[in-house]
Every structure is written in C-alpha cells, then in structure tokens.
C-alpha cells in the first residue's frame, strides 16, 4: 500500500512539474529534462511513468480539464439568470487560470497540440447551454446570435488567459486585475441588455 501512495506522490509531482513547465515554456520549449529536474526525480522515475513527453502532456491537459470541469459545474446555479451565469462561468474561468498552471497549461496545450481532450470542452458546453437558456427566456435579444455570443466568451477567456500570461511575465510590474477587467467588459456589453 505504502508504495502505490508513493507512486501516486510520484506521479503527482511529476504531472505539476511538468505544468508549470509548459505553462511557461509551451509544449515544444519543454523537454523532458527540465521537468525531470524541476520535479526532482530521476529520469527512470518519469518514465516509469510516463514513456513519452506526450504522455505527461496528456495528463497535465486531463488534469487540467478536471478542475476546469469542477470550477464550471461549482459556478452554475440550474436556476439563475443565464446571463449572470455568463459572466459567473468567465470570472470563474479566469480566476482558475490565475491560481492554478495545471489549468493555464491546459488552455495552451489546447493551442499548441493537435489530437487529445480539448480543455474548451470543460466549459464550452456550459457556455452553449446559458446561451440557450438566454435565449428560450427572451433575455437576449434577437440580434444577439448564440454564436456571436459563444464567440464572445470564448474570446474574453483567451484574453483573460493572455493578461494573466502577460502579467506574469511581466514580474516587475503590478499584476493586472483580470477579474475586474472582465466584470468591466460584461457591464459594457449588457448596458443594452440590462438598461
């Protein structure tokens, strides 16, 4: 027993390592190697347990994908507005992706992969569905096409995932206040909506 909880440790380490790596580094900027000694393990213990960086990039995404998931089902009320759940689903989004590069490093081997889960599917279909239900409860209007508006969140999470990307790389200066940023768009875009 004691060792299967050691090689989950192990393998625990190894994904979050390998995280923050290609959170920083992207997929191609990654080798093996830096996650080896940022996780502070021995080759043979990484490959034990994953044969290929593909592999660990694969767990990192459904690592990813899974608190994606669980931050988007936590953020959704069944019985709420749609459109505040909009804006709920992207502030949560955005702040996932400030605390966690499991997260950020699944929303950039989206881009930078092809094949595998995408993390989009995580909250995607949450978007589509509160667009929906906006819609069957005439609080859009009809010139607000579903895929207009899909296109819209779809575009403020990669651009919050940009901010946050910037920001960090930009340690000298303060960081940015994606959350407010975001809060400031959605009161712009619903002034016709709400009045």
């Known amino acids: 027993m004691a060792m299967q909880e050691r ?4 393998r625990s380490a190894l994904v979050r390592a390998a995280a923050r790596a290609f959170d920083r580094n992207g997929y191609e900027g990654t080798s093996l190697s830096q996650i080896r000694a940022a996780a502070e393990m021995s080759m043979g213990a990484l490959t034990f347990h994953f044969a290929t960086k593909g592999e660990l990039a694969d767990a990192v995404l459904d690592e990813g994908w899974l608190l994606t998931d669980a931050r988007v089902r936590d953020a959704l009320t069944p019985d709420g507005d749609p459109v505040d759940g909009l804006v709920t689903l992207t502030l949560a989004l955005a702040a996932l992706m400030e605390e966690e590069p499991l997260v950020r490093s699944a929303a950039r081997l989206t881009r930078e992969r092809a094949g595998g889960r995408a993390w989009t599917s995580a909250w995607l279909p949450a978007v589509h569905e509160l667009i929906e239900r906006a819609r069957s409860a005439g609080v859009l209007p009809p010139v607000a096409r579903p895929e207009v508006v899909a296109d819209l969140v779809s ?24 959350g407010g940023q975001l809060a400031r768009i959605w009161d712009l875009v619903l002034l016709p909506v709400r009045g």
Request: aromatic share 0%; hydrophobic share 55%.
């Open 155 to 178: 575009h403020l999470i990669v651009g919050a995932e940009a901010q946050i990307r910037a920001s960090a790389a930009d340690a000298g200066h303060p960081a940015v206040d994606v």
């Open 7 to 10: 090689a989950v440790r192990t």
